[in-house]
């Protein structure tokens, strides 16, 4: 039996025929079914724009289900139970008159769940919709991002959702925040005194973090072209993984005081001036290459593309922290499409032993690293220096990992998709893995600092081949300072 319980609700999903839907949402909340984490009495509503017969809507779910779960984890008992629990209504989300019919598929539910799986334009008329047919008191409101492409717009977004839900009942999603790994990221650091004491600017070197997509734009030209790497990908993803591997302990496990934390240490970032920003952060496109051995093509001749577009898929820069913890550590952070494998890692490099006593040749070797890697397989190691075995090797040194790969570690245990966990966490009420609203405005008020700086300086993206890890000057970024990026082949 699930350690685990979870109270009934109806699960209203708005945007129920869209591909995160379809790819991530249907499975994800399968799963939680075949694992037994929802309720007997847990119905979910498929809600979506598209007219038509309701059985066709509901087969072409169950088809996408098949589709995106592994053929091993399906059981139809379990399949049966779910399409059972599902049904699907056509709602246009701007017309205050089809929500009445969607009151009615409620009915006395205690809690509603409503997940809003559409652009974040009309987050605002869905609220104030459920709030005409008195549904937002006893709903939790889940927002998917991007929410705005700026401070401006996403206040804008998150004052209109403001006016009919509370914080508490706020759910801001960033995928990232649900996977194993990063929610590891918590215990590793403190529950653990063998970290938690080194974790400072007196023992780490540099931080590094990457997260590196092999696909390119993958159809989504239109929303990619206005959005860029620092938007889609930093804004949200990195600076998230940022603030877990920099915030200080929290008084408690609460959602609001891990979030203190975090704001603490986005308010805590070093502005970009024109000087750092020349020398500190490197745009680049990617431009014809080769991925897994077959030739791509470029950023500008991709389906629909605008040939003069200047619009960045890769970022890498430094990022610097002002306060007692970290003055004086950089953070790497690198993220862009078109790379030579899909990667999502951080490296933590400690500093060297103050006095070295080893044969001179071996220095370069001497150098502590905590791997925490988040995809292709989550996992985590620390690599350290031994001495090589055998009697001829005298005091040669060796660099191994002490390893914790959760694939390997938990053969009987599924490592659940990040949606499975926040699906769950939202059931459950529990907000410590969503984004609270200074979040938000904290990391983009950073950010349109960098893009405004960009705009100022004329500053266009630097070509990059398509399987590469990014321009040169990505490489002089960090050589400058006498490192290197971990791993790079």
Request: hydrophobic share 40%; net charge negative; aromatic share 10%.
């Amino acid at each position: 039996m699930p350690l685990i319980t979870v109270e009934p609700c109806t699960f209203a999903l708005f945007g129920a025929l869209g591909d995160l839907a379809l790819r991530k949402l249907f499975p994800a909340l399968y799963q939680l079914d075949q694992a037994g984490l929802l309720h007997a009495d847990t119905r979910i509503l498929a809600l979506a724009r598209e007219p038509g017969d309701e059985q066709q809507h509901l087969a072409n779910i169950d088809s996408h289900l098949r589709r995106f779960v592994p053929a091993a984890e399906l059981n139809e008992t379990v399949v049966t139970r779910f399409q059972a629990r599902l049904s699907y209504l056509h709602v246009d989300f701007l017309k205050a008159d089809d929500y009445v019919a969607l009151a009615e598929r409620v009915g006395d539910a205690e809690t509603m769940i409503a997940y809003f799986a559409t652009p974040a334009s009309v987050y605002g008329a869905i609220c104030e919709n459920l709030h005409s047919v008195n549904l937002t008191e006893r709903t939790r409101a889940v927002l998917e991002k991007p929410i705005g492409h700026d401070l401006a717009s996403s206040r804008t977004v998150n004052d209109a959702v403001a006016q009919f839900f509370p914080e508490n009942r706020v759910y801001r999603i960033d995928h990232y925040l649900g996977k194993e790994t990063v929610q590891n990221l918590i215990a590793l650091r403190f529950a653990n005194s063998l970290f938690e004491t080194q974790w400072n600017q007196n023992h780490i070197s540099h931080v590094e973090i990457t997260v590196a997509e092999q696909v390119g734009i993958e159809g989504r030209w239109g929303y990619f072209d206005q959005a860029g790497q620092l938007r889609d990908m930093i804004q949200n993803h990195l600076l998230q993984l940022l603030c877990l591997i920099a915030m200080d302990p929290p008084s408690d496990l609460s959602a609001d005081s891990i979030r203190d934390e975090k704001v603490k240490v986005l308010k805590a970032l070093v502005p970009f001036t024109p000087e750092r920003l020349a020398t500190q952060v490197v745009r680049g496109q990617y431009i014809a290459g080769y991925s897994e051995g077959k030739a791509v093509p470029g950023y500008l001749e991709e389906e629909n593309s605008n040939t003069q577009s200047d619009t960045e898929t890769f970022v890498a820069l430094r990022a610097d922290i002002r306060n007692w913890r970290w003055a004086g550590v950089p953070f790497y952070l690198r993220t862009g499409k078109r790379m030579p494998q899909k990667l999502s890692q951080i490296v933590i490099h400690f500093k060297e032993p103050p006095h070295y006593i080893f044969a001179p040749e071996q220095r370069m070797q001497i150098s502590n690293k905590l791997i925490i890697r988040l995809q292709p397989d989550e996992g985590i190691s620390l690599q350290v220096m031994t001495k090589d075995q055998g009697l001829d090797k005298g005091m040669q040194l060796r660099s191994g990992p002490l390893k914790l790969d959760f694939s390997d570690t938990y053969r009987s245990a599924r490592t659940p998709d990040a949606y499975e966990r926040l699906l769950l966490e939202i059931m459950r009420g529990n907000q410590n893995l969503f984004v609270r609203k200074d979040e938000i405005e904290s990391a983009w008020q950073w950010c349109d600092q960098l893009i405004a700086g960009w705009k100022k300086a004329g500053d266009a993206p630097k070509p990059y081949a398509a399987g590469s890890w990014g321009p040169m000057s990505s490489i002089a970024l960090i050589t400058r300072d006498g490192r290197s990026w971990y791993g790079d082949i």
